[in-house]
């Protein structure tokens, strides 16, 4: 999907940590070019990256994103409430996400992207083929972290598997 970021609507998640390094995940809303806006989760800072990040200059072309949708995250009882009048975010909630970039008002969805970081490959197995994202390149990640660039994560998907089960069962 492409389209311009709106970075006046921001959104700071967090606390978070990546390989023992403490941050922040950094969404940023996405306004395509027919005029809808997405949340779309960007990925890692560093907690030291993070105020450069929101003060430096961004770009105002159009991007190219490659992500996943996902759904809100469920809070639980240890995690706080957010208080978006006071920019604290601490889980994913994509509909008070999606009223706080705007709303219905300003044509914003309530749909949450994670961006990708990694590269997609097939792997043939015995009985079927396999669709695997590798996480991008270490040293990549690195110079990433670094320079205050987010990291965005290698896309999971979880479905259930069964197959023991009735193997056992019958």
């Not at 601490?90 to 970039?101: F, G, K, L, R």
């Not at 390149?137 to 670094?146: C, D, F, N, Q, S």
């Amino acid at each position: 999907m492409s389209g311009k970021w709106d970075y006046g609507h921001m959104i700071i998640v967090g606390p978070r940590t990546r390989d023992g390094t403490a941050g922040h995940h950094v969404i940023i809303p996405l306004v395509r070019s027919n005029g809808t806006t997405v949340l779309v989760d960007r990925g890692f800072v560093s907690k030291d990256a993070l105020e450069w990040f929101s003060k430096a200059p961004h770009i105002d072309e159009e991007v190219f994103v490659q992500g996943m949708l996902r759904v809100s995250q469920v809070r639980n009882s240890f995690t706080p409430d957010n208080h978006p009048e006071k920019g604290e975010w601490y889980w994913i909630d994509v509909d008070a996400m999606a009223e706080y970039a705007g709303g219905g008002k300003a044509n914003v969805q309530p749909v949450f992207v994670e961006e990708i970081f990694g590269t997609w490959f097939i792997c043939q197995t015995l009985f079927f083929l396999v669709l695997i994202c590798a996480e991008g390149h270490a040293g990549e990640a690195a110079v990433r972290l670094k320079e205050g660039i987010p990291i965005g994560k290698c896309p999971v998907v979880e479905m259930r598997n069964s197959h023991m089960s009735y193997v056992v069962t019958w």
